[in-house]
């Protein structure tokens, strides 16, 4: 796999997050968190937002550090549903996974080429 530079990465950051449906298909959304996201726009960008992070993230992190990633998101996954349909507790939930995985990402573009 090649190594991203530090550019490069940013670079897929920013051409990867124009406004977009949630990361998963709202018209099949089935569970109250689900049905909320895609009902609020601010909550369906943080997801937009989460995911392409993580979808980076788990492409540029070593082995170790992935497997970690992925399961602390199957763990936040089941914090989300936890939510049903409120809003400020998917809003805090985002905001605090978002928090995990900006420093996840900038940490890795601090290490350079």
Known sequence: MPKLTTLSLLTLLATTMPAAAASFPCDKAETPDEKAVCAN????DRDVEMATRFDILKEVLPM???SKMQDDQEIWLKERRSCGG??????DLYDARLKTLRGLLSEFAKQGP
Do not use: H, I, P, V
């Not at 726009?41 to 369906?44: D, H, K, S, V």
């Open 86 to 91: 409120e809003t400020a507790c998917l809003r």
């Open 64 to 66: 170790g550090g992935r």
């Open 41 to 44: 726009l601010a909550l369906n």
